[in-house]
């Protein structure tokens, strides 16, 4: 028997349900840019910037959150596709469309609500399942109000109208947001979704939202075009959305036809996608995982969800930097597709250099970063800390994304605190912009 290389298991081509072909094994997550201008739409700054990864090597590149309605965006540079689009909206899609595809890979939507995790100054009163205000001091968000069942059924409608005019654009996929605690991924919780009516209550309720928006947006894309979910391995929280409910819930997205499964886990609240500490203790789930060491956060998953699956293929984020690591994830898990984040906000061509088994590893630059000291840095015992760490070190990403956009190069000597500090600055400019 021939062992293969790392590289050679991630050069591996990748078969999808619907008929697409992924052309490697290794796709760049979705992460959110805040790079459109003050209507919403794309710019040459994210043209850039995915220009960047597509020559970058990964087979697959998820566009950072898309917002399917304007009043509810995770920034004021949030991209929306709502159905109100100009003539000048569609053509630059079409451009970031084709900036995104330059060298032949695919480019999927990730399309969002952002439900109560909408900045406050956005809209202080976001549409969520139920009155429930994120936990989080600071008062980055607003109090939330209860959607009405109208409000709701038209939801599907809403994801459906966006993945069509993705797909009339030049995108080649679209992935429906169902996890880190936006809209969909909070009417799974039973912690934010507190409803007792036909969506809320029982787990099939919980559900119910995001399972008729997959069935509305399969039949606006058609059969032949692929379809994605992202979604929790768990909340990571008391009371809040298992790892038992997700393996079910995964189990239906599969009948529903959806071409592939990304894996992820948290929120605002409890940060696991990023390994990073909420403010309560990180509640464990109990889903059987065997204790093998494993590179990613969500890896010990894979196993459950991949014997859940029938026809979806599956996608892990989170932690992955080695390409021993990712080659075991694929051989030894079952998992199809490795995703990869912020490593690629600093080297965007790592993913070519992995799979031409130039390079064998990834930066962990979430081992350095750090506003202070360790009793001030992101595992300081005062939790304030640890939030304004978390702020901090993801402003860093963000300025990273700026610099790729506009220089073409990171600036990874960036400290982060002046990070935070130039960060909030943009922010507050975006949104004073948009707000005009
Ligand atoms: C700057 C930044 C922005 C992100 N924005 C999104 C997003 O828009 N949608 C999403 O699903 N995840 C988002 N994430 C989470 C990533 O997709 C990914 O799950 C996380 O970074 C863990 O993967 P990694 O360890 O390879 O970085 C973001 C992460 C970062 C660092």
Redesign the pocket.
Same mark, same amino acid.
């Given at each position: 028997m021939t062992v293969r290389s790392p590289s050679e298991i991630l050069r591996t081509k990748l078969a999808l349900p619907c008929g697409a072909t992924l052309p490697n094994r290794l796709a760049k #997550? #979705?992460?959110?840019e805040r790079l459109a201008d003050a209507h919403n739409r794309a710019t040459p700054r994210l043209e850039r910037l995915y220009r960047l990864w597509s020559e970058g090597g990964a087979g697959l590149l998820?566009t950072?959150?898309i917002q399917i309605d304007r009043r509810h965006l995770?920034a004021a540079g949030n991209v929306v596709i709502d159905g109100t689009e100009s003539e000048a909206a569609l053509a630059a899609l079409r451009r970031f469309a084709a900036a995104a595809t330059t060298a032949g890979n695919h480019a999927w939507v &990730?399309l !969002?609500h952002a439900g109560r995790q909408t900045q406050k100054p956005i809209n202080p009163h976001p549409q969520a399942p139920s009155a429930v205000a994120v936990a989080l001091p600071g008062g980055r968000f607003g109090e939330p109000v209860a959607m009405t069942t109208e409000q709701i059924a038209s939801l599907p409608e809403r994801f459906a109208r966006a993945a069509k005019i993705a797909r009339e654009t030049g995108f080649t996929g679209v992935q429906l /947001?169902a #996890? /880190?605690g936006y809209l969909l991924s909070s009417f799974l919780s039973p912690r934010a979704n507190r409803r007792s009516d036909a969506y809320g209550g029982s787990l099939e309720a919980r559900a119910r939202v995001l399972l008729s928006s997959v069935r509305a947006t399969r039949a606006a894309i058609g059969p032949d075009f692929p379809l994605s979910v992202?979604i929790n391995s768990a909340d990571f929280q008391r009371g809040g959305f298992s790892a038992e409910d997700s393996l079910t819930v995964v189990r239906w997205l599969d009948a529903e036809g959806i071409d592939l499964v990304e894996i !992820?886990g948290g929120s605002y609240e409890q940060p696991a996608?990023? #390994?990073i500490d909420g403010l309560e203790p990180r509640e464990q789930p109990t889903l059987p995982a065997s204790t093998r060491a494993r590179e990613a %956060?969500f890896q010990a998953f894979a196993p459950a969800i991949r014997a859940a699956l029938t026809r979806a293929r599956l996608m892990v984020? $989170?932690?992955?930097r080695t390409a021993a690591g990712m080659a075991a994830a694929i051989e030894a898990d079952g998992i199809d597709v490795i995703? +990869? $984040?912020?490593?690629l906000?600093v080297d965007p061509a790592a993913p070519a250099r992995l799979l031409r088994g130039e390079i064998t590893q990834l930066d962990r630059w979430?081992n350095q970063l750090r506003i202070g000291p360790g009793w001030l840095g992101p595992h300081s015992p005062f939790p304030l800390m640890r939030v304004v760490n978390g702020f901090g070190v &993801?402003g860093w %990403? %963000?300025e990273q +994304?700026v610099h790729l956009a506009d220089q073409g190069e990171a600036r990874p000597n960036l400290g982060v605190l002046a990070a935070l500090i130039a960060d909030q600055r943009r922010e507050a400019r975006t949104l004073a912009a948009l707000v005009r």
């Amino acid at each position: 028997m021939t062992v293969r290389s790392p590289s050679e298991i991630l050069r591996t081509k990748l078969a999808l349900p619907c008929g697409a072909t992924l052309p490697n094994r290794l796709a760049k #997550a #979705a992460m959110t840019e805040r790079l459109a201008d003050a209507h919403n739409r794309a710019t040459p700054r994210l043209e850039r910037l995915y220009r960047l990864w597509s020559e970058g090597g990964a087979g697959l590149l998820f566009t950072g959150n898309i917002q399917i309605d304007r009043r509810h965006l995770e920034a004021a540079g949030n991209v929306v596709i709502d159905g109100t689009e100009s003539e000048a909206a569609l053509a630059a899609l079409r451009r970031f469309a084709a900036a995104a595809t330059t060298a032949g890979n695919h480019a999927w939507v &990730q399309l !969002s609500h952002a439900g109560r995790q909408t900045q406050k100054p956005i809209n202080p009163h976001p549409q969520a399942p139920s009155a429930v205000a994120v936990a989080l001091p600071g008062g980055r968000f607003g109090e939330p109000v209860a959607m009405t069942t109208e409000q709701i059924a038209s939801l599907p409608e809403r994801f459906a109208r966006a993945a069509k005019i993705a797909r009339e654009t030049g995108f080649t996929g679209v992935q429906l /947001h169902a #996890a /880190h605690g936006y809209l969909l991924s909070s009417f799974l919780s039973p912690r934010a979704n507190r409803r007792s009516d036909a969506y809320g209550g029982s787990l099939e309720a919980r559900a119910r939202v995001l399972l008729s928006s997959v069935r509305a947006t399969r039949a606006a894309i058609g059969p032949d075009f692929p379809l994605s979910v992202k979604i929790n391995s768990a909340d990571f929280q008391r009371g809040g959305f298992s790892a038992e409910d997700s393996l079910t819930v995964v189990r239906w997205l599969d009948a529903e036809g959806i071409d592939l499964v990304e894996i !992820s886990g948290g929120s605002y609240e409890q940060p696991a996608m990023m #390994a990073i500490d909420g403010l309560e203790p990180r509640e464990q789930p109990t889903l059987p995982a065997s204790t093998r060491a494993r590179e990613a %956060y969500f890896q010990a998953f894979a196993p459950a969800i991949r014997a859940a699956l029938t026809r979806a293929r599956l996608m892990v984020t $989170g932690g992955f930097r080695t390409a021993a690591g990712m080659a075991a994830a694929i051989e030894a898990d079952g998992i199809d597709v490795i995703g +990869l $984040g912020r490593p690629l906000c600093v080297d965007p061509a790592a993913p070519a250099r992995l799979l031409r088994g130039e390079i064998t590893q990834l930066d962990r630059w979430e081992n350095q970063l750090r506003i202070g000291p360790g009793w001030l840095g992101p595992h300081s015992p005062f939790p304030l800390m640890r939030v304004v760490n978390g702020f901090g070190v &993801q402003g860093w %990403y %963000y300025e990273q +994304l700026v610099h790729l956009a506009d220089q073409g190069e990171a600036r990874p000597n960036l400290g982060v605190l002046a990070a935070l500090i130039a960060d909030q600055r943009r922010e507050a400019r975006t949104l004073a912009a948009l707000v005009r």
